[in-house]
């Protein structure tokens, strides 16, 4: 079955970075794109972008450009997202999912890792 | 980007009732739309795509209508582990995908 497992919790002080790995399996890891989704304590849920494992061409929302960078390791199906100059508000809950199709059905996001908890706190 | 606006943020039903939350695009997203419901601690759960077809595997109680700028989430009658928070996306300005500010559905 299609699973992703994402790595653990992660507690960074303020200006630091994070790495957040999302490791696939049950499917063709290249054939599907990788978005990360996060949500912050009380809010709703925030696009932060995807990667296709396939080219690794990348797409991120203006909001986080420069900060985030996504990649990918196709050797071991992983993908990663790190998120630069951490402040307290980026304190949340990031998930990964995979898009079924990045043209046809661009937010269907059909299988979800579990979450992890990134805290920035000083 | 384009804005999303879900009505009502919150609300109560009993088990067996029939809800509706909506959902408001700021300009025409056509049927480009999807509907996750979160529970606290668990991923979000793919429910409804292109606006109205229902995923493999979801009740069919849930059901999506709309196109547009317009849409709803309909569920027949309310289960328990129906209790959750619901939240509309748009995938028609792509690569600036949004969602909606979610609806919680509590228990009366």
């Known amino acids: 079955q299609v699973l992703l497992v994402q790595s653990g919790v992660e507690v960074r002080k303020p200006g630091a970075s994070v790495r957040v790995s999302c490791k696939s399996s049950g499917y063709n890891f290249i054939t599907y794109s990788i978005t990360w989704v996060r949500q912050a304590p009380g809010q709703g849920l925030e696009w932060m972008g995807w990667i296709s494992p396939y080219n690794g061409n990348t797409d991120y929302p203006q909001k986080f450009q420069g900060r985030v960078t996504m990649t990918t390791d196709t050797s071991t199906s992983t993908a990663y997202m790190e998120l630069r100059s951490l402040k307290s508000d980026d304190t949340a809950v990031y998930y990964c999912?995979?898009?079924?199709?990045?043209?046809?059905?661009?937010?269907?996001?059909?299988?979800w890792g579990q979450g992890t908890l990134v805290t920035v706190s000083s | 980007d384009i804005q999303m606006t879900q009505s009502p943020s919150s609300l109560s039903a009993s088990v067996g009732d029939k809800v509706t939350i909506t959902c408001q695009a700021s300009h025409d997203i056509t049927n480009q739309l999807s509907w996750y419901q979160h529970k606290p601690g668990k991923a979000p759960n793919l429910l409804i795509y292109d606006a109205s077809r229902l995923e493999t595997g979801i009740p069919s109680r849930f059901s999506g209508s709309g196109s547009g700028t317009d849409f709803t989430l309909t569920i027949s009658s309310l289960q328990p582990e129906d209790f959750a928070t619901y939240y509309c996306?748009?995938?028609?300005?792509?690569?600036?995908?949004?969602f909606g500010g979610g609806t919680k559905v509590e228990i009366k």
């Open positions: 996306q748009q995938y028609d300005d792509v690569p600036r995908l949004t």
């Open positions: 999912a995979r898009v079924r199709d990045v043209v046809l059905a661009a937010g269907v996001f059909d299988f």
